[in-house]
């Protein structure tokens, strides 16, 4: 058994989550800064406004880098395990055998600024929840990387025997289906009969 891949994000999403936050501060400030132009409200209320809205956006640019350096993914022979968080850390473990489908997703700022994808797994087990299992964000090679997942999906299932089971359990029962049918037909002659 071979050591897990280590996958980190690349150092553009810790750029994304900066400027992705900006962004959505901005648009949310904006209609803000517009009051101040009304004069019964003045620039003092805009000010206290910017200022208040600065007291979460601080503490959440600083622990930025703490939140990016928790991110890594272990791509092992038999599950994939995703950890995060700073305060809350979160440590989600999939296993090849429930993984169903593998998903790329890339927003506008990941395809025209930041040149990155996510890759969402999808598992058997998730009907409860809206979204992914898990989320690999962040990666510069999501496609190299889907891949290698893909490949080592396939690996398993041949270790493990997935398909060839099914297939000898079902030629095993071929001779009991028959005689099922048999005993079917012989009650079917028996009702005509009476």
Known sequence: MS?????????????KLYISTLVIAGLFVLPWILLG???ELGWAYVLIFVLANALWMVPTFLLFPLYFKSIHYEIGESELIAH???LTQSVKTVPYRTITDLEVK???????LFNLGSLEVQTAGQSAQAGAEVRLV???????????????L???????GTGAEVEAKAGGD?????????????????????
Do not use: N
């Open 3 to 15: 050591a897990p891949k280590i996958v980190k994000p690349h150092p553009r999403y810790l750029t």
């Open 37 to 39: 132009l009304i004069p």
């Open 84 to 86: 995060q968080g700073i």
């Open 106 to 112: 890339r927003g506008p700022l990941d395809r025209w």
């Open 138 to 152: 962040g990666l510069a090679d999501w496609s190299a990387l889907r891949a290698e997942i893909v490949e080592r």
């Open 154 to 160: 396939r690996a398993y299932r041949a270790s493990s």
């Open 174 to 194: 071929t001779e009991l289906l028959r005689q099922i049918l048999a005993e079917i037909k012989g009650l079917r002659e028996d009702v005509r009969e009476e």
